[in-house]
């Protein structure tokens, strides 16, 4: 078995034109020891570049109902910056399978980042030409899995009070949590306040900072470790 035919088993789809693979995979290096070949795969990176795009979006703006478009757009980039894409191409050995040119073979090029988070593109853009959209959609939520956890990887400090909420929402809805701030000590230009969260009027979480804003916050981050959260 090949290594092109390795990757469509590691990524549970089959290529009715096996050209399109073949192409997704070409770098750009390979053209310098084979002219004859007219391309390489940057056609195919552009065009999956927005197969990705389209599909994170769609994903998180389902997955986060409450999420602000600054928010999101944050999420959307923390998946698909070229060092994530990367990893994930890691993930499903991609560079064992590029076309390389014996130089850029020599030189480490199968582990290269750039040539990774392209190939990786490329092929999403060949699984797109290959069949439809929501075909390429399904193949990257087979790849990327669990949004949620995923983004905890790459900012697990983000967002405690949206964590907390995306982790109630599927099972209590959006009306569980309620929080309740009061200012507990020091003058106008050092205030101390303290929050509390609770979870359908169970006590889960407390904390104390400057502002309301970081009171909630570390009450919400100390919420999220409670015992007391159902379990999903």
Do not use: C
Request: charged share 25%; glycine share 8%.
């Amino acid at each position: 078995m090949t290594s092109a035919e390795q990757l469509q088993d590691r990524i549970s789809y089959r290529f009715r034109n096996p050209d399109l693979l073949d192409l997704a995979l070409t770098h750009p290096s390979w053209l310098q020891d084979h002219p004859e070949q007219a391309d390489s795969n940057q056609r195919l990176e552009f065009l999956g570049d927005a197969v990705l795009q389209l599909s994170l979006t769609q994903n998180l703006f389902a997955l986060f109902p409450d999420a602000r478009e600054g928010e999101l757009s944050k999420k959307r980039a923390a998946l698909s910056n070229g060092t994530y894409l990367a990893r994930i191409a890691q993930e499903i050995d991609l560079g064992g399978a590029l076309r390389l040119s014996e130089s850029e073979h020599e030189s480490g090029g199968r582990e290269k980042s750039s040539a990774l988070e392209d190939g990786f593109e490329a092929l999403l853009g060949a699984i797109f030409s290959d069949s439809d959209f929501e075909t390429a959609k399904t193949v990257i939520h087979h790849l990327y899995g669990d949004l949620t956890a995923r983004l905890a990887q790459v900012i697990p400090e983000e967002n405690p009070k949206g964590r907390l909420q995306e982790k109630m929402q599927p099972t209590l809805g959006n009306a569980a949590l309620n929080y309740e701030v009061q200012h507990v000590a020091g003058n106008d230009h050092a205030r101390e306040y303290e929050a509390k969260v609770f979870l359908q009027g169970q006590l889960i979480g407390t904390g104390r900072g400057s502002s309301k804003k970081s009171a909630e916050e570390e009450a919400a981050r100390e919420g999220l470790n409670s015992p007391n959260l159902p379990t999903t």
